[in-house]
C-alpha cells in the first residue's frame, strides 16, 4: 500500500503484489548502473539487462509517480533512491534468523544483506549442541529465548530455516513476538495473521518449474 498525494491529500493506494516484486530488480540494476559510473538510463536499456518489456517498466514506475521525461529518460541516482524510498530499504532492518542447520549455516555466512539494507541481529536454535556455537560471526542463541528477545529490540523481520516440520510451530512463535515479515526456506506452506507477510524460498520448486522447459533427451 503506498500513500500518495491528490490535491493535497494523501490516498492510499493499493499496488499489486506482482509490481512490487518487481522493484528489487530494477534496484538492483540501478546500483549496478551507478557503480558503473551511469547516470542516465531508460526503460529500454532497464528491459535489456532485466528481460522485462521496456512497457512493463513504464508502467510499474507509473503506479508511484513520474520520474522520467520522455526522450531525457531516468535519472539513474534518483530512481535509485526512490525505490529504496518506497521498498522501506532506505534504513537499516534488523533480522533474526530460525534455525542453525546446513541451510541456516549458509545463510548466516552470506555477506550480501548488509549492503542491502538487511542485518542479521539474531541467530536460533533449539539444539542444547548448537546453542553457544559460532557461525558466520553470530553466537547461536537459545530459541527458548527467542520470543523475549525479539520484543525486547523490536525486531519485525525474521528468516526460517528450520525443518519443514518445525516451521508452523516456529512461526506461530514468531508472529507472538511481533515478527511482521518472514521470509521462508522451508518447504512448506505456513499459515499466517492478517498483516504478516511471508515470502517463500524453495530452490525445488523452482528447479520443477524449470524442468517443463527442457525437453526429455
Given at each position: 500500500m503506498l500513500l500518495t498525494a491528490k490535491g493535497g491529500i494523501m490516498e492510499e493506494k493499493n499496488i499489486p503484489d506482482i509490481v512490487v516484486g518487481r522493484l528489487p530488480l530494477y534496484l538492483r540494476a540501478l546500483q549496478q548502473m551507478v557503480q558503473a559510473g551511469g547516470k542516465l538510463t531508460s526503460s529500454q536499456e532497464l528491459a535489456e539487462r532485466l528481460g522485462v518489456s521496456?512497457?512493463?517498466?513504464?508502467?510499474?514506475?507509473?503506479?508511484f509517480?513520474?520520474?522520467?521525461?520522455?526522450g531525457t529518460g531516468y535519472n539513474v541516482k534518483y530512481l535509485l533512491e526512490t525505490i529504496r524510498r518506497i521498498?522501506?530499504?532506505?534504513?537499516?532492518?534488523?533480522?533474526?534468523m530460525v534455525g542453525a542447520g546446513e541451510l541456516g549455516s549458509a545463510v548466516a555466512r552470506y555477506r550480501g544483506f548488509t549492503d542491502r539494507g538487511f542485518t542479521i541481529k539474531m541467530i536460533f536454535d533449539s539444539d542444547p549442541a548448537?546453542?553457544?556455537?559460532?557461525?558466520?560471526?553470530?553466537?547461536?542463541?537459545?530459541?527458548?529465548e527467542m520470543g523475549k528477545l525479539i520484543s525486547e529490540h523490536g525486531i519485525q523481520m525474521a528468516?526460517?530455516?528450520?525443518?519443514?516440520s518445525e516451521a508452523q510451530a516456529v512461526t506461530d512463535r514468531l508472529v507472538k513476538a511481533g515478527i511482521k515479515a518472514i521470509l521462508n526456506y522451508a518447504p512448506i506452506t505456513i499459515n499466517v495473521p492478517e498483516g504478516v507477510h511471508i515470502q517463500y524460498i524453495d530452490p525445488a520448486l523452482h528447479?520443477?518449474?524449470?524442468?517443463?522447459?527442457?525437453?526429455?533427451?
Open positions: 521496456a512497457a512493463q517498466i513504464r508502467k510499474d514506475l507509473s503506479q509517480g513520474e520520474f522520467g521525461k520522455q521498498l522501506h530499504v532506505d534504513r537499516d532492518w534488523d533480522v533474526v548448537k546453542v553457544g556455537q559460532v557461525i558466520g560471526g553470530y553466537t547461536i542463541l537459545d530459541s527458548a528468516m526460517l530455516t528450520v525443518p519443514a528447479l520443477q518449474r524449470m524442468a517443463y522447459y527442457i525437453h526429455p533427451v
